[in-house]
């Protein structure tokens, strides 16, 4: 795509190519795509295009098969795209979201196509403590909110994973997906309990920022975790992304 890379700001010439490219998958209208796939009703704005695809169409999260008794955590849920892709399929799972735009969106997706019986919805940012921060959202679309400390007009209650597992009630857990935009290592930080009493499965983001699998895969093998670590093609360049899938 000759004019994404030729382009100073690239926003425009994402906005048309996503306009467009989901027209295969849904409709839009008002800005808002209603894709239908696997007999489900997806909502979402066509910037987020990009986080659809990577869930549905280039399956970045392959590694994990899921399993009728099996208790999810997905760990920035964005707009549903993970959650729904596996809920009809495992027990249950608990979705955290922070940034209130993807909330109302996955709340909407999970409700729309009736699986509210087998999804916690939590509107939190996870961290390594309990405090009140910040959201940053001046990235592409929603997707690329990410958490500061800088004051922004968006604030929001974070917790640990440790704490979210007693509130819930879980029992078990077999498996974390996390992706936030570089903050996945202090989440890990504020899990360790739970990493340590339940042994779940882990898929990680990693690529946000330069080694981040490295520090990623360091801190996990310190809890005896076996790390494996594969990259998944782009569409808009010759590049890939970098994931993490860890095992106790």
């Given at each position: 795509?000759?004019?994404?890379?030729?382009?100073?700001?690239?926003?425009p010439?994402?906005?048309?190519?996503?306009?467009?490219?989901?027209?295969?998958h849904?409709?839009?209208?008002?800005?808002?795509?209603?894709?239908?796939?696997?007999?489900?009703?997806i909502?979402?704005?066509?910037?987020?295009?990009?986080?659809?695809?990577?869930v549905w169409?280039?399956?970045?999260?392959?590694?994990?098969?899921?399993?009728r008794?099996?208790?999810?955590?997905d760990?920035?849920?964005?707009?549903?795209?993970?959650?729904?892709?596996i809920?009809?399929?495992?027990?249950?799972?608990?979705?955290?979201?922070?940034d209130?735009?993807?909330?109302?969106?996955?709340?909407?997706?999970?409700?729309?196509?009736?699986?509210?019986?087998?999804?916690?919805?939590?509107?939190?940012?996870?961290?390594?403590?309990?405090r009140?921060?910040?959201?940053?959202?001046?990235?592409?679309?929603?997707?690329?909110?990410?958490t500061?400390?800088?004051?922004?007009?968006?604030?929001?209650?974070?917790?640990?994973?440790?704490?979210l597992?007693?509130?819930?009630?879980?029992?078990?857990l077999?498996?974390?997906?996390?992706?936030?935009?570089?903050?996945?290592?202090?989440?890990?930080?504020?899990?360790?309990?739970?990493?340590?009493?339940?042994?779940?499965?882990?898929?990680?983001?990693?690529?946000?920022?330069?080694?981040?699998?490295?520090?990623?895969?360091?801190?996990?093998?310190?809890?005896?975790?076996?790390?494996?670590?594969?990259?998944?093609?782009?569409?808009?360049?010759?590049?890939?992304e970098?994931?993490?899938?860890?095992?106790a």
């Open positions: 795509m000759p004019l994404y890379y030729l382009a100073t700001d690239k926003r010439v994402l906005n048309a190519f996503y306009s467009v490219r989901g027209f295969p849904g409709y839009s209208k008002g800005g808002i795509r209603i894709a239908s796939y696997n007999g489900l009703n909502a979402f704005p066509f910037e987020e295009d990009p986080s659809f695809d990577d169409l280039r399956n970045v999260y392959y590694p994990y098969q899921p399993r008794d099996h208790v999810v955590m760990v920035g849920a964005h707009m549903g795209f993970f959650t729904l892709k809920a009809r399929k495992v027990a249950r799972v608990i979705a955290v979201e922070p209130p735009t993807n909330f109302r969106f996955l709340s909407r997706n999970v409700n729309v196509n009736k699986l509210g019986g087998k999804v916690a919805l939590e509107n939190l940012a996870l961290g390594e403590k309990e009140m921060i910040f959201l940053d959202r001046d990235g592409y679309g929603f997707g690329r909110t990410k500061t400390s800088a004051k922004t007009c968006v604030s929001v209650r974070m917790t640990t994973i440790d704490n597992v007693d509130r819930e009630r879980v029992d078990r077999d498996i974390i997906k996390i992706d936030t935009e570089g903050n996945e290592l202090e989440i890990l930080r504020g899990a360790t309990a739970a990493l340590k009493k339940y042994k779940p499965d882990l898929l990680l983001a990693a690529y946000h920022f330069h080694c981040e699998h490295i520090h990623l895969a360091r801190f996990l093998k310190s809890l005896r975790y076996t790390v494996s670590c594969y990259s998944i093609p782009l569409f808009l360049s010759n590049g890939t970098t994931y993490l899938h860890a095992t």
